[in-house]
């Protein structure tokens, strides 16, 4: 083998840092092409505000999302878990504050996923089978709480004027940071995130070293449960209220922070994931709020947009794949 | 280089069956301190079965096991780690998704941890040391396991295995993926590690290497003990007769090229890929076999993936010569009649989980339509158990799953899978890796034969007896480029082609 410095390898590793600036100024290069489109209303003070502010509790959701994805854990019961967690984490925070409204999302987002991890490795049925029946009870669930309310002549709870500042600026953005931090330990620094990484990407050698593939596993679907319980414990700030939903509609919550785990995949070999996840709901919080700019109608034209982007990223995150197999 | 130490590892009546499979049926070995043990076998007479039971990755149905004097019981891999036995697989045993340092200490992070958190700087300058340590030539600490090459995984696989500090370290044909300098520097450390009175368990194929390397030898077939001798004295003819049962005499069957008058069959005008290959140039001809060989980085595997269009050269051609039509897509390249056996045969020449029959047919299917366009099952299930029979591969039937065969046995699947369709070219890449000396025999045979049926054959080897045994010329690259074209009728000096590889 050649010396080091001839190693393709680690003048390919020579070349991460250029790549990193290239794709940053890229995505700049699009804000600035944008910018000019809609008139100069993208890249204004008020404008970037809103687009990082929407990106917040995505940013959440799909940090959990990347410890369950990773292991092969596929839960299509995540919308319906942030639904539950948000109206625990309001009536918590009616009653405790601040603290009753994060601890309230937190252990509501680790019970319930812990719970999931439970039943996914008991039964051993596909995860995302075993998901969309978990989603099916944990919308009743919500469905009985807000019958049950309304019987009682309540409504479903609502935070009003109170304990909303977590949910608006600067708070929201401010809370990205521990999150990046706490999520980039656990993820790359800890054996929780190792073991994880490990088990989703070849299940016999990680046997083989030892690991239990289903404690780790477990403890994945746990700490994705942490994520999930901040942002929804930020989302019911956010909003206020948010009502339960039924027919598995809260599983389309789960295709924008799904988009961004593929962002953030595609550019695995340039940036880390976490990192890339913020780049990945930023941009996605950029894009809709571009197409809003620029008129296009949500509900339709946009999620259009959001399926290529989806089929896009897909392609150019396999093509790297395909490269590995072949 | 016989040596008379304490028995450091012996083993009492070992058994194992996967299935209705017989893979080892009591098995007694004792194992001595400070030296270096062969384990030999046709594919299947259940060496790797065996060492994976020493190393914690099998359980056994029966027998039992005792380390110096005390009984031994691995639960897992990390439990013979803690018991100071490592082993370094036969098939891939890196996660792709991790980084090499991350993969070298997977499972013992620990030591590096502080209130949980790991110490990256620390893993890594750890791993640093220990391939400094045992002088094992440098991989990319940062790299994806993904990114490296088969070699490379091999290596950090031994330095994983080294990082333990074991008494016994198993080597489970850790050669067959190592080029001529890294072969070197492994045989130089086993010295080493023998000197230091460490165990090695050390399973291979190539004979040569077994005597020159074990001070005893075990032999093994259809999962029995068939013998363990001494290596001195011991000749190869007495190793292959003791693993088949019989006389295997020829090794190697050349025949002389009917390349008279015939035009290339293939060109390659000038292709580099970038850091990998640079401006190679070379024609195949019609009926002859082109050995390739060279050093780990000289690019040898990556010209068979360019080849057959696995891999798009920066610059430069692959042409087909009759036809001049330029062969840029896997898809073309088949159509055209090129076959491709690459040589790592679990992640790009298998679908592992796929049975034997779906492995075979995948690369014919066409031959397999009926009447009214649908693929006919009795034709897929009629071609599978001819290739079954004709290659000898040792399996319950056509359904069971390529994951569940020998090492070797999988090769044959592989190569099985391509040389039964009509071809024009043949790129083998290490088509003898891991593959018994009965099989190994068998294989020289046919390549012989579909040489004589006028295909050109490109014979990419890291074994130069090998190379010399079967070309009709042979290549050699050094750092990406075509050093020289030795010509059988010029003679084939081992010791001229090492001088131009090295």
Not at chain 1, 25 to 54: E, Q, W
Not at chain 2, 105 to 116: C, D
Not at chain 2, 379 to 396: G, H, N, P, T, V
Request: hydrophobic fraction near 45%; charged fraction near 20%; include cysteine.
């Amino acid at each position: 083998m050649a010396g080091a410095a001839a190693n393709p390898l680690l003048e390919r590793f020579g070349q991460k840092r250029m790549q990193q600036v290239l794709v940053l100024a890229g995505l700049l290069l699009v804000f600035i092409i944008i910018h000019f489109a809609t008139g100069g209303r993208f890249l204004t003070k008020r404008n970037l505000g809103i687009i990082v502010s929407h990106a917040v509790i995505p940013t959440f959701i799909t940090w959990g999302l990347v410890f369950s994805f990773t292991s092969g854990m596929i839960d299509l019961s995540i919308g319906s878990i942030v639904v539950l967690a948000s109206n625990f984490a309001g009536i918590m925070g009616l009653k405790f504050g601040y603290a009753g409204l994060l601890l309230g999302g937190l252990a509501a987002g680790v019970a319930l996923q812990a719970l999931n991890g439970v039943v996914f490795l008991k039964t051993k049925i596909p995860p995302w089978v075993a998901g969309l029946g978990m989603a099916m009870i944990y919308e009743s669930i919500g469905a009985f709480y807000s019958n049950m309310a309304v019987r009682r002549g309540e409504m479903v709870v609502s935070l009003g004027s109170q304990l909303r500042g977590l949910g608006q600026l600067p708070f929201n953005v401010l809370m990205l940071v521990p999150g990046l931090i706490a999520v980039y330990i656990l993820f790359c620094r800890t054996s929780i995130g190792l073991n994880v990484r490990a088990v989703g990407s070849d299940l016999r050698v990680t046997k083989e070293m030892g690991i239990n593939p289903n404690r780790a596993k477990f403890l994945g679907m746990v700490v994705c449960g942490i994520f999930i319980g901040l942002g929804s414990a930020i989302n019911e700030s956010y909003v206020g209220q948010l009502l339960p939903r039924t027919g598995l509609t809260t599983v389309a919550t789960i295709f924008q922070p799904l988009t961004a785990v593929l962002i953030a995949s595609s550019m695995g070999a340039i940036f880390n994931l976490v990192i890339g996840v913020v780049i990945g709901t930023i941009s996605l919080s950029a894009l809709f709020n571009a197409l809003t700019l620029l008129g296009v109608p949500s509900g339709t034209w946009q999620e259009v947009v959001l399926g290529i982007l989806v089929i896009a990223v897909t392609v150019v995150s396999m093509r790297g794949e395909e490269g590995v197999v072949k | 280089m016989s040596r008379e130490n304490a028995c450091v590892l012996k083993v009492e009546g070992l058994c194992k069956n996967f299935g209705p499979t017989r893979a080892v049926a009591d098995v007694s070995l004792e194992f001595r301190a400070g030296e270096v043990h062969g384990l030999i076998g046709e594919n299947g007479s259940g060496k790797s079965t065996l060492m994976g039971m020493v190393a914690g990755i099998h359980s056994r149905d029966k027998g039992r096991m005792f380390k110096g004097n005390q009984l031994y019981d691995p639960e897992s891999p990390a439990h013979a780690n803690e018991q100071g036995i490592s082993m370094v697989v036969q098939e891939l045993g890196l996660v792709d998704g991790l980084t090499v340092a991350e993969n070298i200490f997977l499972g013992k992070t620990e030591q590096f941890a502080q209130r949980g958190v790991i110490n990256l700087r620390k893993m890594r300058a750890a791993a640093e040391e220990a391939f400094a340590a045992w002088g094992i030539t440098p991989v990319p600490l940062d790299a994806l396991a993904r990114s490296l090459t088969v070699e490379e995984k091999k290596l950090v696989e031994l330095v994983r295995a080294l990082s333990v500090d074991p008494d016994v370290l198993i080597l489970d044909e850790i050669t067959a993926a190592f080029s001529h300098n890294n072969r070197a520097l492994l045989y130089d450390l086993l010295v080493k590690l023998r000197d230091q009175g460490k165990l090695i368990l050390f399973v291979s194929h190539n004979l040569p290497e077994i005597l020159e390397l074990c001070d005893r030898i075990t032999v093994l077939k259809d999962g029995e003990k068939v013998t363990t001798i001494a290596a001195e004295g011991a000749t190869e003819d007495q190793l292959k007769r003791l693993m088949v049962g019989r006389e295997v005499k020829e090794t190697y069957f050349y025949t002389p090229a009917q390349t008279t008058g015939s035009k290339p069959v293939l060109t390659v005008d000038g292709i580099s890929v970038d850091g990998m290959l640079h401006n190679v140039s070379f024609e195949l001809r019609r009926g002859e076999v082109l050995g390739v060989g060279g050093l780990s980085d000289s690019g040898i595997h990556e010209l068979g993936r360019v080849l057959f269009g696995l891999s798009k050269p920066d610059q430069g051609k692959v042409i087909l010569t009759e036809t001049g039509e330029v062969i840029d897509s896997l898809r073309k390249a088949i159509d055209r009649g090129i076959a491709y056996v690459p040589k790592d045969r679990d992640t790009e020449a298998l679908m592992v989980r796929a049975t034997i029959e779906d492995n075979l047919c995948l690369p014919s299917t066409d031959s397999f339509v009926g009447r009214l366009g649908f693929l006919s099952p009795r034709k897929r299930k009629a071609f599978a158990r001819e290739q079954l029979a004709a290659f000898e591969i040792k399996a319950s039937g056509i359904r069971q799953a390529v994951n569940q065969l020998s090492g070797g046995n999988r090769q044959k699947v592989s190569l099985a899978s391509w040389l039964s369709r009509p071809n024009r070219i043949l790129i083998l890449d290490s088509p003898t890796r891991g593959v018994d000396v009965g099989i190994t025999a068998n294989i020289y045979k046919l390549i012989a034969e579909v040489k004589k049926q006028g295909i050109g054959i490109l014979l990419i080897s890291d074994e130069l007896p090998e190379l010399i045994g079967c070309s009709d010329r042979i290549l050699i690259m050094k750092n990406g480029a075509v050093a020289k074209v030795f010509e059988r009728a010029e003679g084939f000096g081992e010791h001229s082609i090492v001088q131009v590889m090295i």
